[in-house]
């Protein structure tokens, strides 16, 4: 059973415009989650993470936001670029078990110039 | 030089051989993984090691071992490849809770 889900497998916006990955889990003793972006032939990156305390955090042209209540995570890109088409993977990380990350199916993103 | 290295980048090999994946890190973090990706699945844990004494099974882990020799090195062995074993693989670290270094990735294929 997919814990951690991204049920799109790919987006594509205008440069320019908002681009807004979801992402679902089931588990409530995840306690953190994160964002990475995968280019092809490199391995992920970290982007930006956010604590189940918080509700949302931001940094630069990316924001993400927590719902807890509905176990729904998204990430907002404004605005924006070309660069930014890659791979994008939710992960969270369960609640007393160290640094093991479950992620999603990723979604792959592609900005049009 | 990288922070996470995985060797090879990639491999051909055939069904029921054995075959060694390689991951060493610079980082001096204490805790390795290793996932693999796949199509529609995103990366999946294989197995997960916290120190030089711990290893642990992750989601996936029929078909494969691990060996984590030091601190800095951390491999995954197929003891014997079949097809459905083709994937990209991944080594990852961390320190304590804080977030993974990924390596480069190892493409495999079993034929």
């Known amino acids: 059973d997919q814990q951690v889900k991204q049920n799109s497998p790919s987006l594509s916006v205008q440069e320019g415009r908002i681009s807004i990955l979801n992402c679902d889990y089931t588990?409530?003793?995840?306690?953190?989650f994160l964002w990475y972006k995968k280019y092809p032939a490199e391995g992920p990156t970290f982007l930006i993470s956010?604590?189940?305390?918080?509700d949302k955090n931001e940094d630069g042209r990316f924001t993400v936001f927590l719902n807890k209540s509905a176990k729904h995570l998204s990430l907002h890109i404004v605005p924006s670029q070309p660069g930014d088409s890659a791979v994008y993977f939710c992960?969270?990380?369960?609640?007393?078990?160290?640094?093991?990350?479950?992620f999603g199916q990723g979604t792959e993103l592609s900005v049009k110039p | 030089d990288a922070d996470v290295t995985q060797t090879p980048r990639n491999r051909i090999t055939k069904t029921g051989k054995r075959i060694m994946l390689e991951c060493s890190q610079t980082?001096?973090?204490?805790?390795m993984y290793w996932y693999r990706q796949d199509p529609g699945l995103g990366l999946r844990l294989i197995y997960y090691?916290?120190?030089?004494?711990?290893?642990n099974k992750g989601e996936i882990s029929d078909g494969y071992s691990v060996s984590r020799q030091a601190q800095a090195k951390f491999s995954l062995s197929l003891e014997s490849a079949i097809p459905n074993q083709t994937a990209l693989y991944f080594c990852?670290?961390?320190?304590?809770?804080?977030?993974?270094?990924f390596g480069s990735g190892t493409r495999l294929t079993v034929v």
């Open positions: 992960a969270a990380r369960y609640h007393n078990q160290g640094g093991k990350l479950i």
């Open positions: 588990n409530s003793m995840f306690d953190y």
């Open positions: 980082k001096g973090h204490d805790r």
């Open positions: 990852a670290t961390s320190h304590g809770r804080n977030g993974y270094t």
């Open positions: 956010i604590s189940s305390i918080k």
């Open positions: 090691s916290f120190d030089v004494k711990d290893i």
